[in-house]
């Protein structure tokens, strides 16, 4: 019997199903979060089992396990896989696809954030062509497509004059992405520069033209509220979402996060506001925090939290001492308010964070042992699939369900402890009702790059 669920196997037989017009996954396991309707009572993890029926690039039903199947699903390929987990692809709705894979060139990063800047600066300015930009950024978005990713938003630095070479690139490789990857960018800028009325007309002009976002990097400044309040105003007088870093310090007194959501009630902003980082928020006295998070909630701001970067670069040390916090922000606090919560992968082999590939599993993995999103698990599985979705606007990338696309990931683990212990290297990435074979692609292809020598 196990020899029958083993993965391989199972590919085979869902290729052949989805050759043959279409096919039954019996007895995989949903999770109440992500997939709908819950057709049995959830387990104590929230899980629950469910025949899925595919067919013709979308999901015919979600029914009990053992139902007789309707007349609708005739002639499709059963496959038992054996109470498997199967969850809707990632969606990673903050990352910073310009900067990955520079790490090998940027030798004065040394794990800091200062630092990271320094080298990050230094990089653009010698290195960031239109090709240095294009074949990075292509690299990162097939190690993502690989790992089950189907939606990406990235923030893209755009100092003059790296904004005349990145954005026309994020445009032509949206383009080539049309279909296997839905990508969205976000600018990003120092917020000191919204001071200039002419770079800031000039640039969310150019965001405009391609439906993108306007972000930047929200910090104390003497004139934070009044460069606030033009960064929201004009996003508004073009229809356009807002996307801040804020906060990114081990400073209690960095309150970015309460401004931002201040601003956003104050200028009744009708559009989405997305804040990443807030790591500030987790080193502040339990009153400001309440009256911070109170602010956000009524503003109706979603948070994303990015526990790979914030864990390597806050509080680190060079004194030969231990970090003492973790850097993240107050995730259960937020949920308590009903604060949408994102999870995501940030940077990957940059100054900023030396490590990654876009694996949201992994992601996922790291914040539920460092965050505890678990004892229960809760609703905490849609923080890196349903809840960026909703976020980025994306109306196809909802829980599993009838009449969605057939887009979702089966695991080899069958429970959580199963699913997070290992990095599940075998998953089977269903993309349109039929299994991905995309291998990820080899850093070899970035020595000329990186300035590797064999």
Not at 124 to 139: E, G, I, P, Q, Y
Not at 227 to 240: N, T
């Amino acid at each position: 019997m196990t020899l029958a669920f083993k993965q391989s196997t199972l590919r085979e037989a869902i290729v052949k199903g989805a050759s043959a017009g279409g096919f039954i996954l019996h007895n995989a396991r949903l999770h109440r979060a992500v997939a709908s309707p819950a057709v049995t009572t959830p387990s104590t993890e929230g899980f629950f089992l469910a025949d899925i029926a595919v067919k013709q690039a979308r999901i015919l039903s979600v029914m009990p396990p053992g139902l007789p199947s309707p007349e609708s699903h005739g002639g499709l390929i059963s496959v038992d896989i054996g109470g498997k987990v199967v969850l809707p692809t990632f969606v990673d709705c903050h990352t910073h696809l310009d900067k990955g894979h520079i790490l090998p060139r940027t030798k004065g990063a040394d794990g800091s954030f200062e630092r990271a800047l320094a080298a990050t600066r230094v990089d653009r300015t010698s290195n960031w062509s239109a090709d240095d930009v294009a074949r990075r950024m292509d690299f990162a978005l097939r190690s993502a497509f690989h790992y089950g990713t189907a939606a990406i938003r990235t923030h893209l630095d755009s100092q003059p004059p790296q904004d005349d070479i990145s954005w026309p690139v994020f445009g032509k490789l949206r383009e080539k992405w049309r279909g296997r990857i839905e990508l969205q960018a976000s600018c990003l800028f120092l917020v000191e520069m919204a001071r200039e009325s002419a770079f800031l007309e000039k640039l969310v002009a150019r965001v405009a033209a391609v439906n993108g976002i306007v972000g930047a990097v929200a910090y104390p400044a003497p004139d934070l509220d009044e460069l606030l309040d033009r960064i929201f105003r004009i996003a508004d007088r073009y229809g356009l979402n807002l996307d801040f870093h804020a906060d990114e310090t081990a400073d209690p007194s960095a309150n970015a996060l309460r401004r931002i959501a201040d601003t956003a009630l104050r200028t009744k902003f009708a559009g989405k506001v997305l804040v990443g980082h807030c790591c500030s928020l987790a080193l502040q006295d339990a009153a400001t925090v309440d009256a911070t998070l109170d602010l956000v909630a009524a503003a109706g701001i979603a948070i994303v939290s990015l526990p790979t970067c914030n864990l390597y670069l806050q509080d680190r040390r060079h004194d030969g001492t231990t970090p003492r916090w973790r850097g993240v922000t107050l995730l259960h606090e937020m949920k308590r308010r009903g604060i949408p919560i994102a999870l995501a992968s940030d940077n990957t082999r940059d100054p900023f964070h030396a490590y990654g590939d876009l694996d949201m599993l992994e992601t996922y993995r790291l914040a539920t042992r460092v965050l505890q999103l678990d004892h229960p698990v809760d609703n905490w599985p849609a923080a890196v699939s349903v809840t960026p979705g909703t976020i980025m606007g994306l109306t196809e990338h909802g829980p599993l369900a009838e009449g969605r696309v057939a887009d979702f990931i089966l695991f080899e683990g069958r429970s959580f402890s199963e699913l997070l212990s290992r990095a599940q290297s075998d998953r089977i990435v269903i993309r349109a009702g039929i299994p991905i074979s995309v291998p990820l692609p080899s850093y070899a292809e970035l020595d000329d790059l990186e300035g590797m020598k064999a």
